[in-house]
T-cell receptor, first 123, second 111 residues
Framework: GAVVSQHPSWVICKSGTSVKIECRSLDFQATTMFWYRQFPKQSLMLMATSNEGSKATYEQGVEKDKFLINHASLTLSTLTVTSAHPEDSSFYICSAREVFPTGGRDSTPDTQYFGPGTRLTVL | GQNIDQPTEMTATEGAIVQINCTYQTSGFNGLFWYQQHAGEAPTFLSYNVLDGLEEKGRFSSFLSRSKGYSYLLLKELQMKDSASYLC????????????FGPGTRLSVLP
């Protein structure tokens, strides 16, 4: 199936620093990528929708100045957590939307494929 | 508003069959997805329904009734590795931009 990578897989940082998380679609082009946050034993919460070449659309309650999203190419989106605080500690997951499956891949059109996630711990 | 409900936890025995239900009330509907998520990992795609009826994929089947706002995921011949959370998600719009996830059902498979 379609492969999405995230880097880093885990990061520990000090309070007040910024952390950048990369999300890449490895074998398909993704005009749209999504960023989710997941707290322990809870479901995914959509933070923002990232469209290549345009500004991200943030969900209500998500601070766009704190969570900077850049979708610079059809295969890369980045999420930067600025001035991180302990309450930002969470599991961050990106997904990429494959509109037209390629290479004979048996996949559902227009579904989302998830990256492996990044566990952020802010001390 | 948006509301997706799933049971919080379920327990079943290895080799058995389990059905995980999902009910939804969303502003739009353009497909329902089931994902499996093991602890500490990202979700993986299991199945997709957009029309009423049953979709079968090996040991997993998913059913949809749009008029009732209801879906279920059926897991047969349960294996220990099936212990995971199962997320129901509704795609609300035609452009596929907005997925709404349910709270997830934590399934424990016992020997």
């Amino acid at each position: 199936g379609a492969v999405v990578s995230q880097h880093p897989s885990w990061v520990i940082c000090k309070s007040g620093t910024s952390v950048k998380i990369e999300c890449r679609s490895l074998d398909f082009q993704a005009t749209t990528m999504f960023w989710y946050r997941q707290f322990p034993k809870q479901s995914l919460m959509l933070m923002a929708t990232s469209n290549e070449g345009s500004k991200a659309t943030y969900e209500q309650g998500v601070e766009k100045d704190k969570f900077l999203i850049n979708h610079a190419s059809l295969t890369l989106s980045t999420l930067t957590v600025t001035s991180a605080h302990p309450e930002d500690s969470s599991f961050y997951i990106c997904s990429a939307r494959e509109v037209f499956p390629t290479g004979g891949r048996d996949s559902t059109p227009d579904t989302q494929y998830f990256g492996p996630g990044t566990r952020l711990t802010v001390l | 508003g948006q509301n997706i409900d799933q049971p919080t936890e379920m327990t079943a025995t290895e080799g058995a069959i389990v059905q995980i239900n999902c009910t939804y009330q969303t502003s739009g509907f353009n497909g329902l997805f089931w994902y499996q998520q093991h602890a500490g990992e990202a979700p993986t795609f299991l199945s997709y329904n957009v029309l009423d009826g049953l979709e079968e994929k090996g040991r997993f089947s998913s059913f949809l009734s749009r008029s009732k706002g209801y879906s279920y995921l059926l897991l047969k011949e349960l294996q220990m590795k099936d212990s995971a959370s199962y997320l129901c998600a509704v795609r609300e719009d035609n452009y596929g931009q907005n997925f709404v996830f349910g709270p997830g059902t934590r399934l424990s498979v016992l020997p």
